[in-house]
Structure formats: structure tokens, C-alpha cells
């Protein structure tokens, strides 16, 4: 087979895997405990940021559980406890408002958005409104800002359902929450998350080993002193050759 008919049959090869993953879909999440047989489950209790300073809330969080496989935007605020009477969230946790005494001013990010630092297949996370709010919430996956799957549906502070996400076949990086009031206009519901299931691994950064940088340097020392033999016996010879 040719070069050419070679290339022709992996042309065609990638356009049928484009042709099947354009077919493929994302299926909402409603339920009390997420995916099934998550990969990783973000908790939040594996970081503790530091205190921000006095009469000025909660803690801003953007990227620090990036190597979690999770980061905010624009960003949401750390609560060291759940709120009450949430099912499926204690402990640490995250909310989309944040009260600063100091400036006299409240923060309330809606919509906001929970993104995969790998994309995933399958994700989901607990999220409820707070105060007891009944309300209607859109949820959509997102994949490099193009959507991919969108559902609305109920949300409130009691609802034991709660847990809500996409699992299927069509890869996301992002998920976006967004409430219907602040959609018409209306305000914009408190709100808090935890438990961040992920269905996808999250690869590890390599990090430098001074074991393994002395190794490498070790054999980078044995490959240059054998080149500089080989070297050494080239010319050698051929000084002998040249002096007969």
C-alpha cells in the first residue's frame, strides 16, 4: 500500500471517530447519590485555605483545588461548615455569596460555573439553594464554551435529590448553574455546593525527584565519557594509518 492510500485510510478512519462522538450525548443527573463509582470526590476538607482578614467574609476560591481536578468561576467562597439542614453536604463546603461587613457589602455570583481541569464524561456535586428557597435551576455541561447538554429542574434546601451532573459519552470541561430568578432578572439565589464527584482521573503533574535528576546526570556522565572513548580510539587510528 502507498503512502498516499495509506494517509486516505486514516483520513477516513478520523472522520467516521468526528461522525460518532457528533452523535454522542450527555444524560442529566437527578438523584441522592451522584455517578456511580465516582473516580474522585472533591470534599473540600482536602484543602483549608487561609483566613482572609477580619470583617471581610468568607475566603475567595478560584483555583485552589485545581490539582483536585477543579477550579471556580468567577469564584465561590469557602464555609468551613455545610449549611443546615442540606442533605448530602457537611462538613466543608462552598456557596456563591459572600457578606463583607467591613465595605458593608454582599457578593452573590449566579451564574457560576464548576470546572474540570480534565474533561469528563461523568460529574456531579451536591447543590442546594439556602434559606429554604424553592426554585427552578438551570444546569448545563459545557465543553471549551460550546454547550454540549442543558435541563432545568427544581432545587430547594430540603430535597434529598440533590445531587445533580451529566454522565454518558460526550466529553465536558465545565458545568454552569444558574437560577431562573437571576435569569428573569429577579435576583439572584443564594446557594452552596459540596462533594464534587468526578468520573474521570485527574493526571498527576510531574514534579522534579533529585533522585531522579542525579540518575539522569549520572548517565548523562556515562554517555559522554564512552563517546569521548570512542573518539579517542577514532583518532588514534588514525594516526596510526597515517604514520605507516
Same mark, same amino acid.
Given at each position: 500500500?502507498?503512502?498516499?492510500?495509506?494517509?486516505?485510510?486514516?483520513?477516513?478512519?478520523?472522520?467516521?471517530?468526528?461522525?460518532?462522538?457528533?452523535?454522542?450525548?450527555?444524560?442529566?443527573?437527578?438523584?441522592?447519590?451522584?455517578?456511580?463509582?465516582?473516580?474522585?470526590?472533591?470534599?473540600?476538607?482536602?484543602?483549608?485555605?487561609?483566613?482572609?482578614?477580619?470583617?471581610?467574609?468568607?475566603?475567595?476560591? +478560584? =483555583?485552589?483545588?485545581?490539582? $483536585?481536578?477543579? %477550579?471556580? /468561576?468567577? *469564584?465561590?467562597?469557602?464555609?468551613?461548615? !455545610?449549611? &443546615?439542614?442540606?442533605?448530602?453536604?457537611?462538613?466543608?463546603?462552598?456557596?456563591?455569596?459572600?457578606?463583607?461587613?467591613?465595605?458593608?457589602?454582599?457578593?452573590?455570583?449566579?451564574?457560576?460555573?464548576?470546572?474540570?481541569?480534565?474533561?469528563?464524561?461523568?460529574?456531579?456535586?451536591?447543590?442546594?439553594?439556602?434559606?429554604?428557597?424553592?426554585?427552578?435551576?438551570?444546569?448545563?455541561?459545557?465543553?471549551?464554551?460550546?454547550?454540549?447538554?442543558?435541563?432545568?429542574?427544581?432545587?430547594?434546601?430540603?430535597? +434529598? =435529590?440533590?445531587?445533580?451532573? $451529566?454522565?454518558? %459519552?460526550? /466529553?465536558? *470541561?465545565?458545568?454552569?448553574?444558574?437560577? !431562573?430568578? &437571576?435569569?428573569?432578572?429577579?435576583?439572584?439565589?443564594?446557594?452552596?455546593?459540596?462533594?464534587?464527584?468526578?468520573?474521570?482521573?485527574?493526571?498527576?503533574?510531574?514534579?522534579?525527584?533529585?533522585?531522579?535528576?542525579?540518575?539522569?546526570?549520572?548517565?548523562?556522565?556515562?554517555?559522554?565519557?564512552?563517546?569521548?572513548?570512542?573518539?579517542?580510539?577514532?583518532?588514534?587510528?588514525?594516526?596510526?594509518?597515517?604514520?605507516?
Amino acid at each position: 500500500m502507498s503512502i498516499l492510500q495509506k494517509l486516505s485510510v486514516i483520513t477516513a478512519g478520523a472522520a467516521i471517530v468526528v461522525g460518532t462522538v457528533g452523535k454522542a450525548q450527555a444524560i442529566a443527573i437527578i438523584s441522592s447519590t451522584g455517578i456511580s463509582n465516582p473516580n474522585n470526590t472533591v470534599t473540600f476538607s482536602e484543602f483549608t485555605p487561609p483566613t482572609p482578614p477580619p470583617n471581610t467574609g468568607s475566603a475567595s476560591i +478560584t =483555583n485552589q483545588y485545581a490539582s $483536585f481536578g477543579v %477550579t471556580f /468561576s468567577p *469564584n465561590l467562597f469557602y464555609r468551613s461548615a !455545610s449549611p &443546615a439542614n442540606v442533605p448530602n453536604q457537611s462538613g466543608p463546603s462552598l456557596r456563591n455569596f459572600n457578606t463583607n461587613p467591613s465595605a458593608g457589602t454582599t457578593t452573590i455570583f449566579d451564574p457560576f460555573s464548576v470546572l474540570f481541569t480534565t474533561p469528563q464524561t461523568s460529574a456531579a456535586f451536591s447543590y442546594a439553594p439556602t434559606g429554604g428557597v424553592l426554585s427552578a435551576t438551570t444546569f448545563t455541561a459545557l465543553l471549551n464554551g460550546v454547550t454540549v447538554e442543558s435541563f432545568t429542574t427544581s432545587t430547594s434546601t430540603a430535597a +434529598t =435529590n440533590n445531587f445533580y451532573g $451529566f454522565t454518558g %459519552t460526550s /466529553s465536558f *470541561n465545565e458545568i454552569e448553574v444558574f437560577s !431562573s430568578l &437571576a435569569a428573569a432578572g429577579d435576583g439572584s439565589i443564594n446557594s452552596s455546593i459540596d462533594n464534587i464527584q468526578l468520573g474521570s482521573a485527574t493526571p498527576v503533574p510531574f514534579e522534579f525527584s533529585p533522585g531522579l535528576g542525579l540518575l539522569a546526570l549520572g548517565a548523562w556522565g556515562a554517555i559522554s565519557q564512552l563517546t569521548n572513548k570512542v573518539r579517542n580510539r577514532k583518532s588514534s587510528a588514525f594516526s596510526n594509518i597515517a604514520s605507516n
